[in-house]
């Protein structure tokens, strides 16, 4: 968000700051920064109306916070997070900025070379819920409103690859938490051989895949996993439309340029957290 800078007449009759005014502004920046603090990404309009000010007084402070380092926009949506400074002054910064603050430049060029959309998404509870996508700016996309959209774990190709690269004791966890509040075609599958088969898979082509099915049985999917140093947090997922393309030509097209943007996240997610 570019604000236009004052004209030298402005300048000129701008009255200066009191020290109240100044305390004002410093108690007002922090209330927006605990705010998006709170959340996975928050636009601007929704910060103007959750702290109560106005919209002219939410833009400037905004701008400066992101101009010291404390917030960054998201490249998918104009959203807005803390970044690893926000640190510094004791206010949270998880696993979950530092990966979405990394991915955001990755999947922008993803989306420069293909026309499908892409998603990157992490665990929440036993499902996905999606940080950053290209949706908005896919041509081909026929859902654009999907930042935090939470998807289910069996049924997305995300989820699946998420499942099937944790560890034993997370996904032990998941499986008894879905086992018990899932739905009966889900605990259908956990009480079969196909989860086996689907984690071998997984594992041995280092993808997850989900085609020709019931769940959004007009597109498919293929997804690889994102970790952070050797910890798994998340996937990244392409959608095209399935009657556009085979399952073959998907793996064929975007599988290894997926894995390296996957390489690409994680090493950015290291030079952001080591303070590069």
């Known amino acids: 968000m570019t604000i236009d800078a004052p004209t030298d007449t402005e300048k000129a009759t701008r009255k200066p700051e009191t020290h109240a005014s100044s305390v004002r502004s410093l108690q007002r920046g922090l209330k927006i920064l605990r705010l998006i603090s709170r959340n996975a990404g928050i636009k601007a309009g929704e910060i103007a109306e ?24 998201s490249s998918s949506d104009n959203r807005f997070r803390v970044t690893q400074e926000a640190r510094s002054l004791g206010i949270g910064y998880d696993a979950v900025n530092s990966i979405s603050q ?12 293909f026309i499908w959309p892409f998603d990157l998404s992490v665990c929440v509870g036993t499902e996905m819920q999606i940080q950053e996508s290209t949706h908005p700016r896919s041509p081909l996309s026929i859902d654009r409103g999907v930042i935090r959209r939470h998807l289910p774990m069996l049924h997305t190709a995300a989820g699946r690859c998420y499942l099937s690269c944790c560890t034993e004791s997370e996904r032990a966890r998941l499986i008894a938490d ?73 793996i064929e097209q975007f599988y290894e340029t997926m894995s390296d943007a996957a390489r690409k996240i994680t090493a950015r997610d290291q030079s952001l957290r080591s303070g590069g």
């Open 50 to 73: 959750q702290v109560g000010l106005a919209r002219p007084t939410v833009y400037r402070l905004i701008e400066t916070l992101e101009e010291e380092g404390y917030i960054v926009r």
């Open 102 to 113: 990394a991915a955001g430049p990755v999947l922008i060029e993803l989306s420069h070379r």
């Open 178 to 250: 879905i086992s018990r509040n899932g739905s009966e075609e889900e605990r259908y599958l956990l009480s079969s051989n196909w989860l086996d088969k689907l984690i071998a898979e997984t594992r041995a082509q280092g993808f997850a895949m989900r085609f020709n099915e019931q769940y959004n049985s007009h597109t498919s999917s293929i997804a690889v996993p994102i970790f952070s140093d050797s910890e798994l947090v998340g996937a990244i997922a392409v959608i095209w439309i399935t009657k556009a393309m085979t399952l073959a030509e998907g």
